[in-house]
């Protein structure tokens, strides 16, 4: 009989640690069955946001480099050196006119306005375009000594032509007045533009308005 009763307590010990072995194997798997997808999910996350900043960087890259702005320009002061004549070209990144002047150039204000107006009257001049600069070199149209007309386009409504260019759609002539000459351009859309002075040719000198294609 004690025989009997031994081997069943053992009997009963050794199911007891099998159970408990299986709970432990249960409860082990099921952590890891929960870990894994962890693990996943962290693995991808910075891959997400590598390319997220990536993006942006790309996005912002100003146009041919060009960090010109749009707001008005102004330098110098009153010259008495004359206008003497105006050309246009079209370059990869910009339009441009250059305003060139026999002398030292006074000065110059650039900048976007409502509407062009007249020298000294104020008076409106219409402009093709989806919008508009009104440029006033601080320099007179006429000459100093004789007092006659230094520079006066043949069409004051196309002072230079601009047929085919990306950006300038009309430039106009805006009169000349007590030392200040005014021009108009009509441009696709409020843009970008610079304006620089530059010496020559010989004693001259250059007012040089840029005008980005596109921001």
Known sequence: MATVLSTQVADDGTRTTARRTRRRVT???????????TLAVTA???????????????????????????TTKTAGSLSTAPVVTVRAGAHACYDRLVIEVAGRTGGYRVGYVA??????????????????LQITVQDPAQDPVTLRSSYLPKDRSHVVPVTGYRTFRQVVWAGSFEGYTSFGVGVRARLPFRVTVLPGPGNHSRIVIDVAHRW
């Open 27 to 37: 409860r082990t798997l099921a952590a890891l069955a929960v870990a894994v997808p």
């Open 44 to 70: 991808v996350t910075p891959v997400s946001a590598t390319s997220a900043t990536a993006s942006p960087t790309a996005a912002t890259a100003p146009y041919c480099g060009i960090r010109w702005g749009s």
């Open 115 to 132: 509407a062009v107006t007249a020298q000294g009257s104020g008076s409106v001049i219409p402009v093709a375009g989806g919008a508009r």
